[in-house]
């Protein structure tokens, strides 16, 4: 598999939990705002795009 493909679909799956844990996070602060969770949902979700890629490389390495 293309490790492109493996990124996208891994980023399927790191997206969302990256993002909730940040959120989770956020929520568990004393004040936090509706900016604030919508920052760290893009956070996270910015944050899943070089978990993939990493990923991804060291499993296509690893089939190799």
Do not use: E
């Amino acid at each position: 598999m293309k490790k492109s493909r493996l990124a996208m679909l891994l980023y399927i799956v790191a997206a969302p939990v990256l993002a909730g844990s940040a959120v989770t996070a956020v929520l568990t602060m004393r004040g936090s705002t509706t900016q604030m969770l919508i920052y760290a949902a893009i956070a996270g979700f910015a944050a899943a795009i070089p978990v993939a890629w990493i990923v991804a490389g060291s499993l296509s390495a690893s089939n190799r």
